[in-house]
């Protein structure tokens, strides 16, 4: 519990440090004109309450990341409280909120768009192709597993039937009610679908974490795991080292690359740069927090690693079903279903804004204004299209690999363009580096250990090839920006 209670406190605590540093570190300015004032359009362009801003990034960033991930990371044993709590602080929460300033900077240009401003042109080639390639998988991947999870408690035996392959016609009809919603909500201005339901959806989030805090807290029947040693406690730990696998199972609640992706949207309805840190850095701590719960809670309801990593192949790896067995038994029937309600929110408002946030990639990269509905439909349609064959085509298991790999790789871009960010204005670079040259390390050591990618069986080989690579990367860095700085000056 010490253990617990102490990350849960540092989380708190850098809000109101590390958090105030970073604003000082961008010189936050509190009278500078927002975009949502700038370019109003009635669609993506609008400003909103600070409350609904935050609750909305909220639901955009979490997704099932801080729930599941942090279940199956959980398995790690207690050193995945120091990721959730140290990631979380001085990267996952540095990212967002440092990327969503230079968004906020930019007009509320779209992720790819700032990487070309300080990565150069290849490099927003690249991002524009990447990161609707990962927008587009998240929508899939979110629009499947909560269709799933429904499909799991509705019983019509109607239904049931196979349509094909895995699918009943029960969960085709549910797939199909999910998507006429993303639909909806991905077209329509953003106030009258997400900012009226994100808020209510945001609360219900918060509301079931603290349910399972209170338990962990004051039912005496659960012991939280102290962190002792650096042990991996995974049932595999040969097949599943520390480095980087940890890094990859919990993403969500400790640093995301999507994250990037979304805060675009919320810079765009920002009604002062006050605003950012509660909604970037604020939002990403409470994912944080969340996930560190619902890991503490998966290793004291099993009692320890060991029993977690047995329920995990008893499961076969279905968190949505641990999620639910843990609901079930802590805190009832009917709040179960609460839960299972949250979990199936936090999928679909980051499956919408996913697809919404490829919208906006494509159309500042064609360079089509949206107040127009028809061009709108004409960038959505073929988005949801590819959706849909990922999701008939490609194994989930498959699915959740690649997106947990590709997210991990857009924040290690995202973070070299923060630290260039700061560089190119003579702030403390360091605040990107370090977190930039972890995450290039983990994204290239995971090339040559995942067994989806080289699959290398000699470890030492594969460590020492993803050093050797990020400091290619370091190089290229230095140079890029050593170039940058002669050009300004």
Known sequence: MVTFLVC?????????????YLERLVRVDPAAETPCRRSYDGVDYIPLPMWKTFLIQLLNIAGLGPIFGAVLGAAYGPVAFLWITFGGIFMGAAHDFIAGIISLRSNGASLPETVGTYLGHGAKQLMRVFSVGLMVLVGAVFLSQPAALIANRVNLPALSGVAF????????LILGIILAYYIVATLLPVDKIIGKIYPVFGCALLFMALGILVVLLFDGKYTIPELTSLHNGIADPGQFPIVPMLFTTIACGAISGFHATQSPLMARCLRSEREAR????????????????????????????????????????QAA?????IARSTLGEVLAGFVIFGVVACAITSGDTAFRSARLIVADFMGVGQRSLRWRIYISVPLFAVGLLIIFCLPFQAMWSYFAWMNQALAMVTLWMITA???RRGRNRWVGLVPALIMTYVCMSYIF????????????????????ATLAVLAVMIFKMRHDAKSIS
């Open 278 to 317: 509660p909604v970037f850095y604020g939002a990403m701590i409470s994912e944080s927090i969340i996930a560190l719960i619902w890991a503490a809670v998966a290793m004291a309801f099993w009692n320890g690693t060991e029993g977690l990593n047995a329920a995990i192949a008893e499961y076969g790896g």
């Open 449 to 468: 250990i995942s067994p989806l990618m080289c699959g290398m069986h000699d470890r030492a080989a594969a460590y020492l090839l993803g050093g050797a």
């Open 421 to 423: 960010y700061l560089n």
């Open 321 to 325: 079903v641990m999620v639910d067995v």
């Open 165 to 172: 392959g895995d699918f009943s016609w029960l969960l085709l």
């Open 8 to 20: 849960l406190a540092l989380l708190v605590g850098a809000y109101f440090t590390y958090g105030r």
